[in-house]
């Protein structure tokens, strides 16, 4: 993700000052400090999958009603399609890019395979990334409660009973 | 989405200087961002007020609870006071939208989330909220999730929250800071009926800021639920809700509050109906009488008279609720 940088650190940009076409942002992605002028316009999900090539994170209805787009500002799941990125000066962002990797998978991505938890798999990264989140949220023990708590990740597939099963798997791995 | 200039404000101040020409404010944009991307909300200027220090759930010296404008639904929602005190505003906001949307949305945006009118939300269509004297195609449209209670000739849409029900059940009060300082307004003073200037909502004017909603002590004794009837169990507007807040001792009301959202153009409240079943038992026959006196006025469309039956059986089943053994206090 180092080579993502746009504007090397040694040169920074005033982060708050607006930028003629555009307006100055710094905020850390995935472990990787990030600085960009943006379009004032640009959402946080397009500037992730458009600028910075992180493509997994996904755009599905870009109203925030699918939840396709989940990523963590600050440690706490969002809809990156609502957000504009000139409001994310100095936030810490995690994508499914940085939840883990195919040679080491965040126990969540192992549980999704393990489960089945996905058929297509486009709403999969927001899936994890809002499994992830719950991990640290209040969330009821029944799985009608995890349910609940996955609400706002839509999967047209209907792979819910697998995916509440693949988060249940990991809640018990964190109990033993 | 149309061209705008960004700024950040750091206090209070800056925004209120920012705004000064005319600017929408962001905090968690999951209304306002939505409303641009669709053309509905067109600003020039947007200032971002999510550094602003109004994030904080405090109490207050008469004993009640300041909840700041910035603090987040999910927030307020596991707030240890808000659950214990005020376990309907906790209800009614994880009732709605979904964990990521609470984990954005702000108390005070949520003050201002604007309906879920398909005509308001669509530029294509003529509508009076969102273009003054265009008419209502909701009216004669589809309009089966719309308002039956405060509409007018103008405007049928429906105020979406389920937060603004609690509060209102709650008698909160919001404080709003402008040039002219800080004022406080009633909730029930700080929505407006549609009228012939639907695309007026609140009382809070143009560079006006919320920076607070403020709920008094709560009622000792006071038990209090948080229905919502829609079309799935979750991750839904509500066709009908209820918020029951009530004191009852030896069987009978001392004191109750009674707010609906989903049917009005505003959260709706009667006081008549709160006056009518004070004092009286808690019997079905009084929320029955309750609901009659709250639904007397309705005037459904062509879609939604069901919304009558359904919000009359939604305040029955709350005070039912409320008032029997085994529910939450």
Redesign the interface.
């Known amino acids: 993700m180092s080579s993502q940088v746009i504007v090397p650190e040694a040169e920074p940009s005033p982060p708050l000052a607006p930028s003629p076409g555009g307006f100055s942002v710094t905020f850390t992605v995935n472990g990787d400090r990030v600085e960009l002028v943006v379009d004032p316009r640009s959402t946080l999900l397009d500037t992730l999958r458009e600028t910075l090539d992180l493509t997994g994170t996904k755009k599905g209805c870009d109203h925030g009603q699918c939840g396709a787009c989940t990523v963590h500002v600050n440690g706490r799941r969002v809809n990156a399609c609502l957000s504009l990125t000139a409001m994310h000066d100095g936030d810490t962002i995690t994508t499914v890019e940085g939840l883990g990797a195919p040679a080491a998978l965040h126990p969540m991505q192992a549980a999704f395979l393990e489960h089945d938890g996905y058929q297509c798999g486009y709403c999969t990264p927001g899936q994890l990334m809002s499994a992830t989140a719950l991990l640290d949220e209040p969330c009821g023990p029944a799985d009608a409660d995890v349910a609940e708590c996955m609400s706002g990740n839509i999967c047209r597939c209907g792979a819910y009973q697998n995916i509440v099963a693949a988060i249940q798997s990991v809640r018990q791995q964190g109990k033993s | ?1 149309n ?6 404000a750091a206090t209070l101040e800056e925004a209120l200087a920012e705004s000064s020409d005319g600017a929408t404010f ?1 905090a ?3 209304t306002l ?2 409303l641009m ?1 669709l053309d509905v909300e067109v600003p020039a200027k ?1 200032v ?1 007020i ?1 550094h602003l220090p109004l994030t904080g759930i405090t109490l207050t010296a008469a004993g009640g609870l300041r909840i700041g404008a910035l603090a987040r639904n ?1 927030d307020v929602a ?1 707030d240890a006071t808000v659950v214990r005190d005020y376990p309907v505003l906790s209800e009614a906001l994880l009732s709605g ?5 609470r ?2 949305a702000s108390t005070g945006g949520n003050l201002l989330q604007r309906t879920r009118c398909l005509y308001f939300r669509d530029p294509a269509y003529a509508c009076n909220k969102r273009a003054p004297g265009s008419g209502c195609s909701a009216i004669d449209g589809f309009n089966r999730n719309l308002a039956i209670l405060g509409t007018s000739e103008h405007c049928i849409a429906t105020n979406p929250s389920d937060q603004n029900v609690a509060l209102t059940a709650l008698e909160a009060t919001v404080q709003m800071r402008g040039s002219n300082g800080e004022r406080t307004v009633p909730i029930s003073d700080f929505f407006l009926l549609p009228g012939a200037t639907p695309e007026r909502e609140t009382v809070l004017e143009p560079g006006e800021l919320i920076t607070s909603v403020t709920l008094p002590p709560p009622p000792a004794g006071a038990r209090s639920t948080y229905l919502k009837l829609r079309d799935r169990a ?2 839904e507007f509500a066709l009908a809700s209820a918020a029951v807040v009530a004191v009852v001792a030896g069987g009978s009301f001392e004191r109750v509050r009674i707010a609906l959202g989903g049917v009005g153009t505003k959260p709706w409240r009667n006081r008549d109906a709160e006056t009518a079943l004070e004092g009286k038992p808690a019997t079905s026959e009084n929320f029955a009488l309750a609901a009659q006196i709250i639904l007397r006025d309705a005037t459904p469309a062509s879609q939604n008279a069901f919304k009558i039956e359904l919000a009359k059986r939604c305040i029955v089943h709350a005070l039912t609720l409320v008032t029997t053994d085994g529910t939450q206090p």
């Open positions: 989405m061209a705008f200039t960004f700024s950040r962001v968690g944009g999951t961002i939505d991307k947007v971002d999510n999910s596991h939208a979904s964990p990521q949307l984990n954005m979750s991750y």
